[in-house]
């Protein structure tokens, strides 16, 4: 006796009709059951008495069906994929073959088709598995570097970043840092405190945004590094990217935990503020690190010393290169900045000036190391594209745009003149005012006579009218 294969449904079948057999079921009742007609129970019987149950189970299972496609029509769809569209997913061929080849075949069959070809993998089957890395042998070697945007305060605060510095070798947190949102300042600022607390490491592991790297290295302008590269350039420190995140482990691990950890000891110790948060970190980082921290395969330490050279206040700023015009002034980050006139300003109209720009708000323009005094000529705050794509979460930049929206007064469209409110009518204006107003045309005198049509006729007037003619 063979085995014969059956669905759930067919195996349902077969209890309902024993059932109905044996008398404990009208044939009503086991047609609702079975959700089929009178007639087609009474072929089902008929067939499970003279048959049993293996005459239950679908009699086409097994072989072709009728509606599939001639083997010619198979082979020279696959023919034509693979002379052709061999890299092509299976919509897309199906497409092709049906616009130039006049091959109508379903995107589904095809699939099928390439699957059974060779020609095409499934998604499961082209899954990458991630091998496990070793750790680095010393401490300080690498340092896995990301921030995570969560709800570390959850009602009691709006959400925020958390910068990780986690070191490879070790699983320690080497420092961590509340931010409103990731950006190249608050990277300087983190790496600022690790610098002094630990060293120079031999080099960092990120992920590809634009703060660590450069997205299109033939682009026009820039010299290929971003301002975060430049820093760690000038302190010799190396950075490298990961492809996926899979490859920095560590840190994403480590922002598990801490998403279940440090939440329920902020919400224990009452903390709902990033100031209050970053003034707790450090005794929660001590003990997380006596409770994961592992030891190194080797036990020298490759931090370096900061040389008395770097001074990091400089290095750790947003720096910009920019020309002074004629009249002194120097455009930067949509905003004008006139030199101070004197014997070094007056001589560097048209050359090359230094921008920095440090985290705390401070800007300075120098000159071959030289500060030079300046005034702010103009403010025009926006919100650039730059801005936008630098920070990595768009939370903190759409808070401050709000911010910047609710502080501008309403714009009034019955306002005479000039709508800044310190910009004075200058010469070149009060010309232009005076040759408008004699181009214009005297004023035509008033008609004796009116037209039909310039006459207005009111709903009230001519009710008026027509209660006088009654």
């Known amino acids: 006796m063979g085995v014969v294969l059956m669905s759930k449904r067919e195996l349902n079948r077969i209890d309902i009709l024993a059932r109905l057999d044996g008398g404990r079921l009208t044939t009503a009742a086991a047609a609702d059951l079975m959700r089929i007609t009178l007639r087609q129970t009474h072929r089902l019987l008929k067939r499970y008495r003279d048959g049993g149950a293996s005459a239950i189970a679908n009699r086409r299972r097994g072989r072709p069906s009728n509606n599939r496609l001639p083997d010619v029509v198979r082979d020279?769809?696959?023919?034509?994929?693979?002379?052709?569209?061999?890299?092509?997913?299976?919509?897309?061929?199906?497409?092709?073959?049906?616009?130039?080849?006049?091959?109508?075949?379903?995107?589904?069959?095809?699939?099928?088709?390439m699957q059974r070809a060779g020609i095409w993998?499934?998604?499961?089957?082209?899954?990458?598995?991630?091998?496990?890395?070793?750790?680095?042998?010393?401490?300080?070697?690498?340092?896995?570097?990301?921030?995570s945007d969560h709800?570390?305060?959850?009602?009691?605060?709006?959400p925020c970043?958390?910068?990780?510095?986690?070191?490879?070798?070790?699983?320690?947190?080497?420092?961590?840092?509340?931010?409103?949102?990731?950006?190249?300042?608050?990277?300087?600022?983190?790496?600022?405190?690790?610098?002094?607390?630990h060293g120079k490491p031999?080099?960092?592991?990120?992920?590809?945004?634009?703060?660590?790297?450069?997205?299109?290295?033939?682009?026009?302008?820039?010299?290929?590094?971003?301002?975060?590269?430049?820093?760690?350039?000038?302190?010799?420190?190396?950075?490298?990217?990961?492809?996926?995140?899979?490859?920095?482990?560590?840190?994403?691990?480590?922002?598990h935990t801490l998403q279940d950890r440090l939440v329920k000891e902020l919400r224990l110790a009452g903390i709902s503020t990033i100031e209050a948060a970053n003034g707790f970190l450090p005794a929660f980082v001590q003990t997380y690190n006596a409770r994961f921290a592992k030891p190194p395969a080797s036990e020298r330490d490759l931090h370096r010393p900061i040389a008395s050279t770097?001074?990091?206040?400089?290095?750790?700023?947003?720096?910009?290169?920019?020309?002074?015009?004629?009249?002194?002034?120097?455009?930067?980050?949509?905003?004008?900045?006139?030199?101070?006139?004197?014997?070094t300003s007056a001589a560097l109209a048209g050359k090359v000036v230094?921008?920095?720009?440090?985290?705390?708000?401070?800007?300075?323009?120098?000159?071959k190391g030289l500060p030079l005094p300046y005034s702010v000529f103009d403010h025009l705050q926006r919100v650039s594209h730059a801005a936008i794509v630098e920070n990595k979460r768009l939370g903190e930049v759409l808070a401050w745009i709000k911010q910047q929206q609710d502080q501008r007064p309403h714009h009034r469209s019955g306002l005479a003149g000039p709508r800044r409110s310190n910009q004075?009518?200058?010469?070149?204006?009060?010309?232009?005012?005076?040759?408008?107003?004699?181009?214009?045309?005297?004023?035509?005198?008033?008609?004796?006579?009116?037209?039909?049509?310039?006459?207005?006729?009111?709903?009230?007037?001519?009710q008026a009218t027509s209660e006088a003619a009654e």
């Not at 709800?151 to 709006?158: K, T, Y």
Request: proline share 3%.
């Open 151 to 158: 709800r570390w305060f959850e009602d009691r605060a709006a």
């Open 310 to 343: 770097n001074d990091l206040d400089d290095i750790l700023c947003w720096r910009e290169q920019r020309s002074v015009s004629r009249q002194l002034v120097i455009n930067y980050n949509r905003m004008k900045f006139m030199l101070r006139p004197n014997k």
């Open 202 to 255: 031999v080099a960092f592991y990120s992920d590809k945004h634009s703060i660590f790297r450069v997205s299109r290295e033939d682009a026009a302008s820039g010299d290929g590094m971003t301002q975060f590269g430049r820093a760690l350039s000038e302190l010799n420190i190396e950075i490298l990217c990961a492809n996926t995140s899979q490859a920095k482990g560590r840190v994403e691990r480590a922002h």
């Open 424 to 462: 004075k009518a200058g010469l070149m204006k009060d010309r232009a005012d005076r040759l408008a107003q004699a181009t214009k045309s005297p004023t035509r005198p008033a008609r004796l006579g009116r037209r039909r049509c310039d006459v207005e006729v009111s709903a009230a007037s001519a």
């Open 354 to 367: 230094d921008i920095y720009d440090f985290p705390d708000g401070r800007l300075e323009i120098r000159w």
């Open 161 to 197: 970043t958390l910068l990780v510095f986690i070191d490879d070798a070790t699983s320690r947190l080497m420092e961590l840092r509340f931010v409103p949102s990731e950006s190249t300042f608050a990277y300087f600022e983190a790496l600022k405190g690790y610098l002094q607390c």
């Open 76 to 113: 020279h769809a696959i023919a034509l994929v693979r002379e052709y569209y061999a890299d092509f997913g299976p919509t897309l061929a199906a497409e092709k073959l049906g616009e130039r080849h006049d091959v109508r075949v379903s995107r589904e069959t095809l699939r099928g088709w």
């Open 121 to 147: 993998l499934p998604r499961a089957e082209r899954r990458r598995i991630q091998q496990p890395r070793h750790r680095r042998e010393h401490f300080g070697e690498l340092i896995q570097i990301d921030g």
